[in-house]
């Protein structure tokens, strides 16, 4: 019996030598093959992902834009349409950020904004003169379909007024020389405190 093992194990150990590969330059360079190959694959993953990020970053900014742009409170006056994004108040101050988009879809033309009177469901009226349009007090000229951002600050608005009644406001504007006043009008505007 010891015979049969120490034979078996002898058959097994040969076979072993003789089937066992001595050199292994070939794998060696395989695996180099393919440690760079995983390198290159590497890289390409990361750019891959850094573009990625990019494109997540530009779809969200395209998201909020649209937004912007397909606001339901909307108004016109002369061929500009006027829309509202956000009614923020700020809860220690009373003032109420008014946030909006105008649209000339007309002709050329400069937009200066004049004053804002807002009213809250008593009746009770508030006046700014604080405006503005394309972060200016002026455009001089407003083109023809681009969105510019416009922007209403009321002070002393009564904290947690729910609503504005109605919003209306005046704006200087001209069409070449020729004076052509905008007047426009929102009603009902929720307003959101923080």
């Known amino acids: 019996m010891k015979k049969m093992n120490l ?3 002898v ?7 003789v089937l066992g590969q001595t050199n292994c330059t070939e794998l060696e360079a395989d695996n180099a093959s ?4 995983l390198i290159t694959k590497d890289g390409i993953i990361t750019t891959q992902n850094v573009t990625i990020d990019q494109q997540k970053k530009e779809i969200l900014y395209y998201k909020e834009t649209l937004a912007l742009i397909n606001s339901k409170i909307t108004t016109e006056n002369k ?3 006027f829309k509202i994004n956000s009614v923020i108040g700020n809860s220690d101050t009373g003032t109420v950020m008014i ?8 002709v050329l033309r400069s937009i200066q904004g004049h004053k804002a009177n807002a009213f809250d469901p008593k009746g009770n009226g508030i006046m700014s003169y604080k405006m ?10 407003l083109l023809k379909d681009i969105p510019t951002k416009f922007t209403v600050e ?3 608005l009564v904290s947690g007024t ?4 109605a919003l209306v406001i005046d704006f200087y504007s001209n069409v070449g020389y020729k004076k052509d006043a905008l007047n426009i009008v929102f009603k009902n505007l929720n307003v959101l405190w923080e």
Do not use: M, Q
Not at 11 to 17: A, F, H, K, P
Not at 99 to 106: H, K, R
């Open 99 to 106: 946030e909006g988009i105008l649209i000339n879809n007309g």
């Open 7 to 9: 034979l078996t194990y």
């Open 34 to 37: 393919l440690k760079s190959e």
């Open 11 to 17: 058959l097994i150990l040969s076979t072993t030598i």
């Open 79 to 81: 061929e500009v349409t």
């Open 162 to 165: 729910p609503i504005i009644t």
């Open 154 to 156: 009321l002070n002393e």
């Open 132 to 141: 503005t349009v394309g972060n200016e007090t002026r455009i001089a000229k």
